[in-house]
């Protein structure tokens, strides 16, 4: 299961809206299923012979999530599902944006991306684990707060933090912490602005990936 960050359509970045709804893509041998907000895609897949594309065959579109009297799709989830399903996915036209290209990158110890590209070169980016505050392997509910930050950020957590690390968009590490009692914000004033994921390390041996941004 790969979870979405963003979809990128003509250069522009479209961030999946802070919702309680998870964004998803679950591939297997030869279909694919995608949660937006309460909308599920799925497809039949083909993949090429060196397996570096596939194209979507078939779809369907599971609505009834979107119909409930208690659902409320406000306007941006319904830009960004625009974005995803109409704008990347080019739905709900059979003739889809194929053939898909996929990149999976290692971007730190715990944590892997997928890059899918269209014929149009817009691309859906998803992760190994949820950017979150859920509980992530065991590690406990975590928060980073201000998120976004300009120059301090702070951490709440229900684990001993043994070790903060932050990785840029290439997975480098760029600024490594270790925390104590009297240490309770971490300066990132010298990073530049974007996007960052901090590594945290429970003095138990547990890690656990966060998102965040850096105005």
Do not use: H
Request: aromatic share 14%; proline share 3%.
């Amino acid at each position: 299961i790969w979870y979405l960050e963003k979809v990128v359509i003509n250069d522009e970045s479209f961030f999946v809206p802070e919702t309680n709804i998870v964004e998803y893509a679950e591939f297997f041998d030869n279909s694919m299923e995608t949660q937006s907000s309460c909308n599920f895609l799925w497809s039949d897949l083909e993949y090429s012979l060196d397996n570096t594309n596939f194209s979507m065959i078939n779809f369907g579109l599971t609505l009834d999530g979107c119909t409930s009297d208690d659902v409320e799709i406000d306007e941006e989830i319904a830009e960004f599902q625009k974005s995803y399903l109409v704008d990347f996915f080019n739905y709900p036209s059979s003739d889809f944006n194929n053939p898909f290209t996929y990149e999976i990158t290692e971007e730190s110890s715990t944590l892997k991306k997928l890059t899918i590209t269209n014929t149009n070169d817009d691309q859906a980016v998803y992760y190994s684990e949820t950017l979150s505050t859920n509980d992530v392997n065991g590690f406990g509910s975590v928060q980073l707060y201000p998120n976004p930050s300009v120059s301090l950020f702070s951490v709440e957590s229900q684990l001993v933090l043994q070790q903060i690390r932050v990785y840029n968009e290439l997975g480098q590490v760029v600024l490594e912490f270790f925390p104590n009692a009297s240490k309770t914000s971490y300066d990132i004033s010298i990073l530049a602005k974007g996007i960052y994921f901090v590594e945290l390390s429970s003095s138990e041996g547990k890690k656990t990936l966060k998102k965040l941004i850096k105005n």
